[in-house]
């Protein structure tokens, strides 16, 4: 399958507050490249949810476009699939109907989907837990299945809004390991939200970090770190600190 990247023209977008409009995002312009793994980082507030939403045609922006595959973006569409903060799963389905649910819309055979449900759930790592229904899971449990569901239906983009906030540090580590071993065997193009600098480093090629509202972005960062990455050899460099460090600052000149 084609590989897409994402392209951002002059994005703004604004939403009424108290009778009052309240500017959101202004003027934002970012391409990411087909297979790159880009996050968006800065204050809350900023705009990068509203983005990622944009982008997956979840949202018309006031002004500007997105292009996708040099066709202008216009609404939801099979090239790309997001995993919300929030899970979003079926609690009345179990993990492997879960899992399959966006090849079952797409109609696609049951034994078909299942199996291919089965190959994604193996690569979260959740093995065993195929008829384990959601509120038996565990938040980290249910995030995995989250992305087993989004890889299922094969995108070409993968849009992840702040995936590990809800789930405590040890978990989040282990998941942002999985993470990456996923991206490195799947190659897909990833545009990732998060508050975590250090996250953000580790995971990405490349870094765009936002300003306060209205949303505007203030420094593309580029990461140096060779891939493929692992925890120990990564977060302990010297390359990593001084990445983290000079987010940071940018982040703090931004408050």
């Known amino acids: 399958m084609e590989r897409l990247g994402v392209e951002l023209h002059h994005i ?11 500017q959101v995002l202004d003027n934002l312009d970012v391409r990411n490249e087909a297979g790159e793994f880009v996050s968006f980082l800065g204050p809350s507030g900023c705009g990068k949810t509203t983005t990622l939403k944009i982008i997956g045609g979840l949202l018309e922006p006031d ?4 292009i996708i595959g040099n066709k202008r973006v216009t609404g939801p569409g099979p090239d790309r699939s997001i995993v919300f903060q929030d899970y979003a799963l079926l609690p ?47 938040g980290g449990m249910q995030q995995r299945v989250g992305l087993a569901r989004a890889l ?17 540090e040890q978990t989040r580590r282990l998941f942002q390991s999985d993470l990456s071993d996923l991206w490195q065997e799947e190659q897909k ?4 939200i998060t508050h975590s600098m250090e996250e953000a480093v580790y995971l990405s090629d490349r870094i765009f970090v936002m300003s306060a509202r ?16 692992t925890a120990q050899d990564i977060r302990g460099s010297k390359e990593f ?15």
């Open 12 to 22: 703004s977008k604004s939403f009424e507050k108290d009778g009052s409009p309240v």
């Open 63 to 66: 002004g500007g476009e997105v």
């Open 92 to 138: 009345w389905v179990d993990v492997l109907r879960n899992v399959a649910f966006g090849l079952e819309l797409r109609g696609v055979p049951k034994g078909e989907r299942e199996e291919i449900a089965r190959t994604y759930i193996q690569k979260v790592k959740l093995s065993g837990f195929e008829h384990h229904y959601p509120n038996e899971l565990s």
């Open 152 to 168: 299922a239906v094969n995108p070409q983009i993968l849009l992840m809004d702040e995936p590990f906030a809800s789930v405590d």
């Open 189 to 192: 193009t990833v545009i990732f």
């Open 214 to 229: 209205p949303g505007r972005i203030v420094e593309e960062f580029v990461v140096h770190l060779p891939r493929p990455r």
């Open 241 to 255: 600190t001084e990445s983290v460090e000079h987010l940071w600052g940018v982040l703090r000149e931004l408050q």
